[in-house]
């Protein structure tokens, strides 16, 4: 077996370290006469012993093995991947809030206290609801959250029975996951030719067991229900609730508000809309907003504003209780402050403008070359289908997607949403230029053209990439899951 | 006012050239298929734009209004320990933090083979058979593990001690509640503060699992190895909250029987913020793999015959099973896995055991210190780590209040999570504390009580 790069454990020698401590000035007393003999550790834990500079070097060349936003286009759909701004990377890492402990007393914690009071204020607003919380540190986390808070307001009302969720079938995974880890039951909402919610269907669903409806607007084929208000009324009729899953929020900012639309339940990704980079797959953070009926049943606590000074509110009796250990992910949360200060009011508008601009832009020049699923208007990602090319050549849509990291470019979502065959799903995001979409657009075409003439390059693709395709049968059938020397040899 | 344009590309010639091509007349034109009346008529009702030269001036002004310079002897989870700066230099490496979830394994190798190594070393502390790539925190992961055990042993009761971080468990009964969870809490001895074995045993009765922290919420190093076997006895599963960082002098939980091990792994690398970005760990035997919530990074080759990272075992997740899932987690906390690893890597074995020995012998130099003045005492005899409970006649809210002008951030009341310990509070000191630091403490306790 090759190895591309060796370990931490297999660079380790016995003797170095890459860290240094003061000398002891207090007493060094002994493990034994601190500890119960039963509870010393007798060996030590394996791990690598290196210097600073065998760290620092297998780190950085380790990161040169990733594409990131700031290595080049990535136009993952659903994802949001916009350019993350430095000064907010510098905001979070300021020592007056990094070096805040969470126990802090109220009377010192006011910077802190007030970020977290503006960012409830300013997504309210945003958003048309009433009240957020910032706790939940994920999109899923939010939708976890919300679906307990769906659930205690049913229950505080007698309602004991509501205990289905609906969720169109074009829904992220996280949508019904979420649902049943609340204890609900999930039932599948059908889409209709134009790709929203099937209204008959719906009609057909909702009933006195309803829960709820999850939803996400523009959905996941990044198109904006135009039937909304309708949906939100059934739900409503019926008895339910409607909850807004914020993963594709990016192309309604300052143009149009969940809250309006008739949501009751909202949560907002600030590590897709409001540019907090996405760290290799979090941290994230996921606030929920509610309308005033929900508000007693947000996690506690919350932050409250008296005069001039800010303090946590835990007087909440109706609360489901707490989500997270403590205050939700708050580094994240300050990097969005920042951007929706940067931003404004213009310049949320304007991004959520641009990034519907740049995906129509794609959609347009690429719908010769690839079937479009449903050609309207889209918002701020659109779904192609690979279903030509495999017809035609045998080329899928995955041979595509990793013929484009040849290209230099991260591949789109791939195979969802699930009810669009061979689905590719492209989302630029306004931080992109011009000259990326064009070339972008370029290297889809040629990628098409390629389809036809060459189709066993892309059978094999990528090419330039570090590794090439991996064998993934092998890694779930046989699961090395850490660094063994016998692994290895 | 117009939009700023830092982040915004696109120029007015360039917005109508796209315009043009794609037939539309405005931008306005790509929005008509809002109904009317939900297009918002108004500007958004937020503060003006700044600049970047304003936004920091901002920025500095308000965290200026934050006591993060007291000098801290909290902790509850969350402890002030030392980061070499290496850790942030890395961290900073955009194509790690500017990079998503690694689904493209051919162009992510770096964040698949850091969390390859994250998992070995979680291993390596816990003695575990496999660790996930990372939960939200330590409360999350200690519910997941819950939900795990429900599941593995077809039973709804769990059972946690009372002694366990009074978050973590409120975290547990929230994610319990729709499930149909029995959340039973065992009390602590109020003389050692360690939880009670023989009342473990019997509440472990029908149970999924017994949830034990350690070093425990007061700090009190418990009897794992004992309350491990009680819990065992009639087949349900025992879950280990630890501290890494004390798992450098402390057992391993495998090798006292421990099925699931969850923690807080702030303690390595990362700040504290607040309390958030936070780490929870979770590693588990080789059993309980397919019942793991979150992500698993594997070995594997590719086609060209190269040792190669990929996301694996992806059946139990939500993108594949949906409504099946083992969990509804997505995104986890990978960065600050990531800042575990590099903070591992540099400290080695005997960095970590130097961080928590000093932290020890520091915590016990406290501990004896203010114990000697008049008006306080060691809440708890129990043998512990690097955090106790301490035993006053006065506020402790007006205590801290006192504390903070003099720049001390002091110990965490803990009577609103246990009312029978009133004038009781919290101290964690780390290898960070000075003595210095610790004596111009005491003589302030010496005359405020």
């Not at chain 1, 009796?317 to 707490?322: A, T």
């Not at chain 2, 690694?102 to 070995?120: K, N």
């Not at chain 2, 076997?229 to 879950?239: K, N, T, Y």
Request: hydrophobic share 40%; glycine share 8%.
């Amino acid at each position: 077996m090759k190895k591309l790069m060796p370990l931490l454990f297999e660079m380790s020698s016995a003797g170095r370290t890459g860290f240094s401590l003061p000398a002891s000035d207090v007493p060094e007393l002994a493990i034994e006469s601190m500890v119960p003999d039963s509870m010393i550790r007798k060996a030590a834990p394996g791990l690598p012993e290196l210097s600073e500079v065998d760290v620092v070097r297998h780190f950085t060349n380790l990161s040169l093995l990733n594409h990131g936003v700031d290595t080049g286009f990535y136009p993952l759909g659903s994802c949001t991947m916009k350019y993350n701004p430095k000064v907010n990377e510098n905001a979070a890492r300021l020592p007056g809030f990094a070096r805040m402990h969470p126990e802090m007393p109220e009377k010192g914690a006011q910077g802190s206290l007030r970020i977290i009071h503006d960012m409830d204020v300013w997504l309210s607003e945003i958003c048309g609801m009433d009240r957020f919380t910032l706790q939940p540190v994920a999109g899923a986390h939010g939708e976890l959250t919300g679906m307990f808070i769906i659930r205690a307001y049913h229950l505080k009302r007698g309602d004991a029975l509501r205990d289905k969720i609906l969720a169109p079938d074009s829904s992220h995974g996280t949508n019904p996951a979420s649902a049943a880890a609340a204890g609900m039951t999930v039932v599948q909402v059908a889409s209709d030719a134009r790709g929203n919610v099937d209204i008959e269907d719906l009609k057909a669903k909702v009933g006195p067991d309803t829960a709820g409806l999850m939803l996400t607007n523009p959905n996941t084929l990044g198109l904006f229900d135009e039937h909304i208000k309708q949906i939100t009324e059934i739900v409503h009729k019926a008895g339910g609730l409607v909850y807004y899953d914020g993963a594709n929020a990016n192309a309604i900012m300052g143009k149009s508000r969940p809250g309006d639309m008739g949501f009751d339940v909202v949560h907002i990704n600030l590590h897709k809309t409001f540019s907090t980079p996405h760290g290799g797959g979090g941290p994230g953070s996921g606030p929920v907003g509610v309308k005033k009926a929900l508000e007693p049943f947000l996690p506690c606590p919350l932050v409250v504003k008296d005069g001039e000074t800010y303090r946590w509110d835990y007087d909440r009796p109706d609360s489901i209780g707490h989500v997270h250990s403590f205050n939700g992910n708050f580094a994240v949360v300050l990097k969005a402050w920042s951007y929706i200060r940067t931003m404004g009011p213009d310049g949320l508008r304007a991004a959520s403008e641009l990034a519907v601009l740049n995906a129509n832009y794609i959609m347009e020049a690429l719908k010769g070359d690839f079937e479009l699923g449903y050609d309207r208007t889209c918002k701020h990602e659109f779904v192609l289908s690979g279903s030509k090319q495999k017809k035609e050549s045998g080329v899928r849509t995955l041979d595509m997607a990793k013929r484009l990291l040849d290209y230099g470019y991260h591949a789109p979502t791939v195979y969802f949403p699930l009810i669009v065959e061979e689905a590719i799903m492209i989302e630029p995001t306004e931080t992109e230029s011009k000259e990326t979409l064009d070339e972008f657009i370029c290297a889809m075409k040629r990628i098409a053209k390629e389809a036809k003439e060459n189709p066993e390059n892309l059978h094999t693709a990528p090419h330039t990439t570090p590794v090439g395709r991996l064998d993934e049968t092998l890694a779930a059938r046989k699961p090395i899951l850490r660094w063994k020397k016998e692994d290895n040899a | 006012m117009g939009a700023p344009r830092n982040y915004l590309p696109a120029t007015e010639r360039e917005v109508s050239e796209m315009l043009e091509k794609i037939g539309a007349r405005s931008i306005d034109g790509l929005f008509s298929d809002i109904p009317e009346e939900l297009k918002l008529k108004k500007r958004l009702a937020l503060p003006e734009s700044l600049s970047e030269p304003e936004l920091v001036a901002e920025l500095e002004r308000i965290s200026g209004t934050n006591r993060a310079d007291a000098v801290c002897f909290a902790g509850g989870g969350i402890y002030d320990h030392y980061v070499p700066a290496a850790v942030d230099h890395m961290l900073l490496r955009s194509e790690f933090y500017t990079a998503y979830t690694p689904y493209q394994p051919e162009i992510s190798q770096g964040t698949l083979t850091a969390i390859f190594q994250y998992q070995t070393m979680i291993c390596e502390l816990t003695g575990m058979d496999q660790a996930n790539a990372s939960m939200y925190d330590a409360a999350t992961a200690s519910a997941e593990a819950a939900i795990m055990c429900a599941s593995q042993t077809g039973r709804k009761k769990v059972v946690i001690t009372k002694a366990t971080n009074p978050r973590y468990r409120d975290v547990v009964k929230t994610y319990g509640a729709p499930r149909g969870f029995e959340v039973v809490e065992i009390p602590y001895d109020p003389k050692t503060g360690q939880t009670d074995e023989a009342k473990l045993a019997e509440a472990a009765k029908g149970a999924a699992c017994v949830i034990a922290q350690n070093p425990n919420y007061f700090g009190v190093i418990e009897d794992m190895p004992a309350l491990s076997e009680a819990a065992h006895s009639d087949g349900g599963l025992f879950v280990a909250v630890v501290n890494p960082v004390s798992l450098a002098v402390l057992e391993a939980p495998r090798n006292y029987g421990a099925d699931i091990a969850v923690g807080e792994g702030q303690s390595m690398g990362n700040g504290m913020n607040f309390g958030g970005p936070l780490l929870g760990f979770m590693a588990a035997t080789s059993q309980l793999v397919r019942r793991m919530p979150g992500r698993l990074v594997g070995q594997t080759v590719d086609n060209r015959g190269q040792r190669a990272f990929v996301l694996t075992l992806q059946t139990r997740e939500q993108h594949i099973r949906r409504e099946n899932a083992t969990s509804n987690i997505c995104s986890n906390e990978g960065l600050c896995a990531l800042a575990a690893t590099i903070h591992l890597a540099l400290l080695g074995p005997k960095g970590l055991r130097k961080v928590a020995e000093a932290s020890m012998w520091k915590a016990h130099y406290l501990a004896k210190a203010i114990s000697e003045c008049t008006e306080y005492k060691l809440r708890f005899s129990g043998p512990f780590f690097n955090e106790f409970a301490i035993q006053g006649k006065g506020c402790v809210k007006e205590l801290r209040e006192k504390l903070l002008e003099e720049g001390i951030l002091g110990g965490i009341p803990l009577s609103s999570a246990y009312p029978e310990l009133k004038h009781n509070s919290l101290w964690a000191v780390t290898e960070l504390r000075t003595k210095k630091q610790m004596d111009k403490l005491v003589s302030l306790l010496e005359v405020n009580y």
